[in-house]
């Protein structure tokens, strides 16, 4: 099975920058899409940005042109770079890492990491 480890998130103003880490360990097999959710208190978990084995990219509209998400194949880890945070990016992230094969399909997530941006 894989295992996601996060880090970088904490605390921010509005207006600044934080850049999350996500490491997939334990993989026996190649993952296709890695990702990043966040979930607000009250709030449903939205997709916040993807990112295929090929480098092809999907973004939520609300942080197209703040966010950048990469991806290093060889250490199989995603980022998330976040700029010109703001307030409303408050919410818990969670990393994301599918496998879709004929048959079956895998998910795993991480943990979740806590960013908090005041105003």
């Known amino acids: 099975q894989v295992q996601l480890v996060e880090s970088g998130g904490g605390l921010v103003q509005a207006g600044g920058s934080l850049r999350l880490s996500c490491a997939a360990s334990g993989s026996r097999f190649s993952i296709n899409v890695m990702g990043w959710y966040r979930q607000a208190p009250g709030k449903q978990r939205e997709l916040v940005a993807a990112?295929?084995?090929?480098?092809?990219?999907n973004y939520a509209d609300s942080v197209k042109g703040r966010f950048t998400i990469s991806r290093d194949n060889a250490k199989n880890t995603v980022y998330l770079e976040m700029n010109s945070l703001k307030p409303e990016d408050t919410a818990v992230y969670y990393c994301?890492?599918?496998?879709?094969?004929?048959?079956?399909?895998?998910?795993?997530w991480g943990q979740g990491t806590q960013v908090t941006v005041s105003s």
């Open positions: 994301n890492a599918e496998k879709q094969t004929s048959r079956n399909r895998y998910v795993y």
């Open positions: 990112v295929t084995s090929g480098g092809s990219t």
